[in-house]
Each structure stands twice: as structure tokens, then as C-alpha cells.
């Protein structure tokens, strides 16, 4: 079964800091990862998308980064503000394959 | 969020009764799907539908119909609720781009199921 794995499960960070989310997956073969950033009562938003052959993507202050050979994926967000407190969930996909796997999402709190 | 509407946003509801969301979309895309988010999980795929009247199973349809009559109403029925489906259900939509590599799906505002 195609799994993805994110850590850590939750964070808190001060406003104006940086932090980094990691994403492991297992789907194979791949196509592309998604980074989603979900609002508390809201739907998920795509934030940045990577297919295999990018290594990284940016989307203002968030910075994905892709290593397809050992299946890892990270997502840095630079100089936290308090809007950026949300889930982000990471997302990944096969080829013409429109079902997708979903990590379960890392709850970030940014504190002033 | 993207031209997609989720109605009820908000229902209560007790066990042993029948219960329909219904997922709107302006956006003509011919693949719409439900989804369950619970805490601790990814969400998880309940149905599908890749044109009218196409529809398939997802990985927990147990418990849960869909219907499809026209491309922008996509309808989940539970047919007799239960705790378990207490849950947050989202409805979202895609559209191949010409060479089926991408899939961007766009999500609903979702609708917070009760079940008592």
C-alpha cells in the first residue's frame, strides 16, 4: 500500500523563525508531490507541486525541496508570520493516476 | 476555493438516519470525489466519479453511496448513519491536463458531519 509519512505531527515556532517539514513516501512509481496548506475550517490549498526530475520549487516564503531517489520531501517555510499557522499535508501521486495518497499533515502554531 | 460549494456546511444528525451532502462546481471538470478527514489520518478517498454517472469506490465507501446525474452536482449519501461517520467530508474536483501526468485537485470548504 502506498503510504506517505510526515513528521513531525505538530510544531510552534516563534513569528519571524524558520522551520522545515519533512514528508517520506513509499508511492511507486511516482509522478508528482504536492504540498497543500490547510486553514483551520477550511479545504486544503496547493501550495507547490514537483514532479520527479525538480529537486526544488519555491512559493514565496515556502521552499520545497524533492529527493525522488530516496523518496524524501521537505518544506521550509522562511520567516514565519502568524498566517502561516495552519496544516500543511504533503501529497503524493503515480502516474495517470488521478487517486492521490495523503499524509496525515503537520499542525503548525506560529506565536507572536 | 476554486468555484466549488459544499452544502451542508454544518449538520447534526442522529444514528439510524439518512443523511446527503451534495458538492457543487462551476468549473466543468469532469473528476469530482468525497473525501473524510479525520484527526490522525490523511484523508481517505470514500468515492469517485470520472463523468456522469461514472462512479467508482474508494478506499472507505463502506457505508456510503454517490450519485452523479449532471457534471457540477456530485451527491454522498449515508444511508443509515452512524458514529463512525462523524467526520469532516470534503468534496473536491480535477481535470486531466493532455497528458494525464498532472492532476490538481481543488478542494470544497468542506461540510462538519455529527453523528449522535
Known amino acids: 500500500k502506498n503510504q506517505v509519512e510526515q513528521s513531525p505531527q505538530s510544531l510552534i515556532i516563534l513569528e519571524g523563525k524558520n522551520c522545515t517539514l519533512q514528508?517520506?513516501?513509499?508511492?511507486?512509481?511516482?509522478?508528482?508531490l504536492r504540498w497543500y496548506k490547510q486553514d483551520t475550517g477550511r479545504g486544503p490549498v496547493s501550495l507547490t507541486i514537483?514532479?520527479?526530475?525538480?529537486n526544488t520549487k519555491s512559493n514565496g516564503r515556502y521552499t520545497a525541496t524533492l529527493d525522488a531517489d530516496t523518496k524524501q520531501s521537505s518544506l521550509h517555510i522562511t520567516a514565519s508570520q502568524l498566517s502561516d499557522s495552519a496544516s500543511y499535508i504533503c501529497?503524493?501521486?503515480?502516474?495517470?493516476?488521478?487517486?492521490?495518497?495523503f499524509g496525515a499533515g503537520t499542525t503548525v502554531t506560529v506565536r507572536a | 476555493d476554486a468555484g466549488i460549494t459544499q452544502s451542508p456546511r454544518h449538520k447534526v444528525t442522529e444514528t439510524g438516519t439518512p443523511v446527503t451532502l451534495r458538492c457543487h462546481q462551476t468549473?466543468?471538470?469532469?473528476?469530482m470525489y468525497w473525501y473524510r478527514q479525520d484527526p490522525g489520518h490523511g484523508l481517505r478517498l470514500i468515492h469517485y466519479?470520472?463523468?456522469?454517472?461514472?462512479?467508482d469506490k474508494g478506499e472507505v465507501s463502506d457505508g456510503y453511496s454517490v450519485s452523479r446525474s449532471k457534471t457540477e452536482d456530485f451527491l454522498l449519501t449515508l444511508e443509515s448513519a452512524t458514529s463512525s461517520q462523524t467526520s469532516v467530508y470534503f468534496c473536491?474536483?480535477?481535470?486531466?491536463?493532455?497528458?494525464?501526468?498532472?492532476?490538481?485537485?481543488?478542494f470544497g470548504p468542506g461540510t462538519r458531519l455529527t453523528v449522535l
Open positions: 473536491a474536483i480535477s481535470e486531466r491536463t493532455s497528458g494525464g501526468a498532472y492532476n490538481e485537485q481543488f
Open positions: 514528508c517520506n513516501y513509499t508511492v511507486s512509481p511516482f509522478s508528482n
Open positions: 514537483m514532479t520527479f526530475s525538480e
Open positions: 501529497v503524493v501521486s503515480a502516474p495517470y493516476d488521478y487517486k492521490l495518497s
Open positions: 468549473e466543468n471538470h469532469r473528476y
Open positions: 466519479s470520472y463523468g456522469v454517472k461514472d462512479t
